[in-house]
């Protein structure tokens, strides 16, 4: 069974304060690692895909690395607008040769950014 | 705008009703999905269609009921035998993949919250 597991659950940071979340898994067969951003009361938004160890994407103060185990979403100076729920999903290699595109998601941590 | 709509926001259910969430995307996505939030909880799939007149159950189909007869389309019902049906449902679309290509994320709408009165 897949499992996704985030740490830590809660994330309180000075502004400008750098720092990492972090998302374990393990999946049989990874096809993809999603990160996305949620805001109260709104849908995740989509941050980046992950597809194989030692690939690393970014955008503006965010960068998610994956290694065959876990991924990292670091924080670089955040600011208070920073401030969300981090989800975390994979995605199994297909089952049967039928691709559904199932994430399992990890329960996400909680960032807030005080100014 | 491309994107997904959800509505109502925000929706009552009585005892023994059934009520349905509806979700539009305009996104011309072949993938459709339901998920449910629960608060300290990772997302839960609920159902999921690849394709018009098709669809599957996820982890925790009990209780729901989906049909999928336009692209665009992916109505949830919430019956009245899902016995805790206070939640946050979510309504997700992807495309699908042609060979060769990069797998592509799930797009999220923004949610229907629905309590019991």
């Known amino acids: 069974e897949d499992q996704v597991t985030q740490s830590p659950e809660a994330l309180r940071l000075q502004e400008g304060e750098s720092s990492s979340l972090n998302c374990s898994y393990t999946?049989?067969?990874?096809?993809?690692l999603f990160w996305y951003r949620q805001d109260p009361g709104k849908g995740p938004e989509f941050l980046f895909t992950?597809?194989?160890a030692g690939e690393e994407k970014e955008k503006e103060r965010l960068k998610a690395t994956l290694t065959k185990k876990e991924s990292f979403l670091h924080i670089t100076a955040p600011k208070p607008e920073d401030s969300a729920t981090y989800l975390c999903?994979?995605?199994?290699?297909?089952?049967?040769?039928?691709?559904?595109?199932?994430?399992?998601f990890g329960q996400g941590t909680i960032l807030t950014v005080h100014p | 705008d491309g994107g997904i709509t959800q509505s109502p926001k925000y929706l009552f259910r009585k005892e023994g009703q059934n009520v349905t969430l509806s979700c539009e995307q305009n996104?011309?996505?072949?993938?459709m999905y339901w998920y449910r939030q629960d608060p300290g909880q990772g997302l839960r799939l609920i159902y999921y269609?690849?394709?018009?007149?098709?669809?599957q159950k996820g982890d925790i189909a009990e209780g729901y009921s989906v049909s999928r007869e336009k692209k665009e389309s992916f109505p949830l019902t919430v019956t009245s035998a899902q016995k805790n049906p206070t939640a946050f449902y979510l309504c997700?679309?992807?495309?699908?993949?042609?060979?060769?290509?990069?797998?592509?994320?799930?797009?999220f709408g923004d949610g229907t919250r629905l309590s019991i009165l």
């Open positions: 997700a679309s992807r495309a699908i993949p042609r060979d060769g290509l990069l797998n592509q994320p799930q797009h």
């Open positions: 999903a994979v995605q199994a290699k297909w089952v049967g040769g039928t691709s559904y595109g199932k994430l399992t």
């Open positions: 996104l011309n996505h072949d993938a």
């Open positions: 999946v049989s067969g990874l096809r993809g």
């Open positions: 269609s690849q394709i018009v007149n098709d669809f």
């Open positions: 992950l597809y194989s």
